[in-house]
Nanobody, 127 residues
Framework: QLQLVESGGGLAQPGGSLRLSCAAS????????IGWFRQAPGKEREGVSF????????KYGDSVKGRFIIRRDIAKNTVYLQMNSLKPEDTAVYYC????????????????????WGQGTQVTVSS
């Protein structure tokens, strides 16, 4: 029953923007920390952005700091990743993941710390 579904990927030009959505069902965001990860062909899956179950604590990977923003909409039970100033290096499949939090302010940075994953959405940045 617990499910994560990503959407919002597509083609963007360098310098453009996209907003990714991660719709959650079967659980409430109040008790789960969320992470966004991405994987490009031939590369390791890397952490992009993270948010605590409280929604207060956030963290961003060095490569996206100042460009991406993570936020929640509790009413819609959805987590968003606003992606601005996109670069070709951002091209990847983006995944959202969830895990139950030990503390409301906890952040989790590693793939193996997450239990539940969406199927991913493709983001391509090209002129």
């Amino acid at each position: 029953q617990l499910q994560l579904v990503e959407s919002g990927g597509g083609l963007a030009q360098p310098g453009g923007s996209l907003r990714l959505s991660c719709a959650a069902s079967g659980f409430t965001l109040d008790y789960y920390a969320i992470g966004w990860f991405r994987q490009a062909p031939g590369k390791e899956r890397e952490g992009v952005s993270f948010i605590s179950s409280s929604g207060i604590s956030t963290k961003y990977g060095d490569s996206v700091k100042g460009r991406f923003i993570i936020r929640r909409d509790i009413a819609k039970n959805t987590v968003y990743l606003q992606m601005n100033s996109l670069k070709p290096e951002d091209t990847a499949v983006y995944y959202c993941a969830a895990r139950q939090s030990d503390y409301s302010g906890s952040l989790y940075y590693l793939r193996n710390e997450y239990e539940y994953w969406g199927q991913g959405t493709q983001v391509t940045v090209s002129s």
